[in-house]
């Protein structure tokens, strides 16, 4: 094998990876990872002065360094997370803001600021102070990003939705936490129709009493009428300098929630400085996001690549955001807002990645992409024809990151290198400072086998802890239970010879047949690479005594499944894994229900196919897409 992309040694040269390698003393990034990990107070002492973090970071870096949890980092520092990342004031652009093809609009970074301390005066006049929770029901708008900004700097915790939510869904999140102040808009975009947001507003603020300001944005046009509109929030305050609250390092900033597809979700407090110094890593070192550099992400307020995104802002780049379908113009629309803002870093997820391929787009053939240097997946594994598509249709020459980590530590456990090689269906590296590692059944660390992805040793980024849980007691069960000490993040993976990392799925719902532990992405891998499948799903049904492997399919339109097509898919399956992979019963299914960032529910439709209840439909896009899976008869023979 050989590499599919390898930065020439002068593109290396220039990234901030070489230049952090060569600062530490190091020859090599393997070099540098294993001091990040033996030496972490060292090496996060250096990541802050790289980075040049606002604040006073203290004498003391690591307090109780054995102890997971419990690890205090910084514990004399003060900082404030919203100066960090609104260090410029000048008139480049901040935010450039797509609403699909409908809204185009762009904040300078003195527009930003001004807007941030119009924002934070009118907060702190409506009763908002440090601890107090900022919520918002928002589309991705500049105003979203300054209302988070605001909250912050007033030592305010931000927590927020998609406005795709349905209300008992905005109710199961936001109630466990008592906003004081809500953000909603009037409205948003999707799919070229236009939803009105304020009817689920006004419903969920009679079931949410600690509400005492809801303020509407204007997006689509409509009269304020669940609350104040944003214009009166904000004209009694005229803009000045920002006074930043001094916040210790573990100050919560953020709570973000877990899928919620097993229960109730998890309220996951974040903190501002462990957050900060994680973001500016993986951003500066990890994706080469440079000032001046102009990042997109596709994500929604709902999922945690909007915080990941909007961290940027520390390193001076330009976010570049898009609100509505992917898939406007068939996926073109967002390779136009490439070429006309000089996107550097295109974020997405591994399914939009193969959704354009299935629909065969070739936007090297139709657009220039010439800044583009950094294309990023994750939300689910990148299959190694993922790799392929982006190299041969997308751009040959850019840092192809597929990156994994999630909402628990809002940011990555594996990800890019911008100063080494690219390997078809590998993720490039561990991160630094994160001691990961694959643990066998009995807590063995393994090489060139499967295992649970784990941690062995704290970073900063650890939540602080889960909203309403004084004793740490469902924050230990969530990580810690099934190794002590060691963090179990729940993916199923393996680390290949060259140090790259390969996620077969999440250990929760990986198949066991006759006691064979297998990976659900090994399937899906061999499965969509057919024309005729759109998408896939596969679980383990209890039978006789044992798992066998039963696979849903999505058709193209034109396409019904019979004898031929299942006996290729099986013969695929075959030929390219092992005779226990191959399903023993495969049907077909109008839809695949999803989560509202777009994954696969593997767990729900087992409970579905088992005749067990799901336990929180509303955490599902399209929870409706559940009855192509019940009471199948073909599942009872």
Known sequence: MTPMWTPTPERAAQTDMARFIGLAGKKSYDELHAWSVAERGAFWNLVWEFCGVKGQKGARTLVDGDRMPGALWFPDARLNFAENLLGSRDHRDAIVFWGEDRVKRRLSHRNLYDLVSRLSQALADAGVKKGDRVAGYLPNLPEAAAAMLAAASLGAVWSSCSPDFGV????????????????????????????????????????????????????????????????????????????????????????????????????????????????????????????????????TLGWMMWNWLVSALASEATLLLYDGSPFVERGRLLFDLADAEGMTHFGTSAKFIDALSKVGLKPRETHRLEKLRAVLSTGSPLLPEGFDYVYANIKGDLCLSSIAGGTDIVSCFVLGNPAGAVWRGEIQAKGLGMAVEVFDENGRSVRNQKGELVCTRPFPSMPVGFWKDPDGAR??????????????????????????????????????????????????????????????????????????????????????????????????????????????????????????????????????????????????????ALEHFRNRAELRE
């Open 168 to 299: 008992q869904g905005v109710l199961e999140r936001f109630g466990q936490i008592g906003p004081k102040v809500l953000f909603c808009a009037d409205g948003y975009f999707y799919g070229g129709k236009e939803f009105d947001s304020q009817e689920k507003a006004a419903q969920i603020l009679d079931q949410l009493p600690s509400v005492e300001e809801c303020v509407v944005i204007d997006y689509i046009g409509s009269p304020a009428t669940a609350g104040t509109s944003l214009y009166d929030f904000l004209d009694p305050f005229d803009a000045g300098e920002i006074r930043f609250e001094p916040l210790e390092f573990n100050h919560p900033l953020y709570i973000l929630y877990s899928s919620g597809t097993t229960g109730v979700p998890k309220c996951i407090v974040h903190g501002a400085g462990g957050t900060l110094l994680q973001h500016l890593k993986e951003h500066r070192l990890h994706s080469d996001v440079k000032p001046g550099d102009r990042l997109f992400y596709f994500t």
């Open 475 to 624: 924050y230990r069960s969530a990580y810690f239970a099934k190794y002590p000490n060691v963090w179990c993040q729940g993916d199923w993976c393996e680390m290949t010879p060259r140090g790259g990392i390969i996620i077969h799925g999440r250990s929760d719902a990986v198949l066991n047949p006759g006691g064979v532990r297998i990976g659900t992405a090994e399937i899906y891998r061999q499965v969509e690479q057919l024309e005729e499948i759109v998408e896939s799903l596969v679980i383990g049904q209890d039978w006789a005594g044992d798992v066998r492997v039963v696979l849903f399919v999505k058709l193209r339109e034109d396409r019904a499944l019979d004898d031929s097509l299942a006996n290729a898919i099986k013969r695929r399956i075959r030929e390219n894994t092992t005779p226990r992979h191959v399903p023993a019963k495969i049907l077909q299914v109008e839809d695949i229900p999803r989560t509202r960032s777009g994954k696969i529910v593997e767990l729900a439709v087992r409970d579905v196919v088992h005749g067990r209840p799901v336990k929180n439909l509303e955490a599902l896009a399209n929870p409706e």
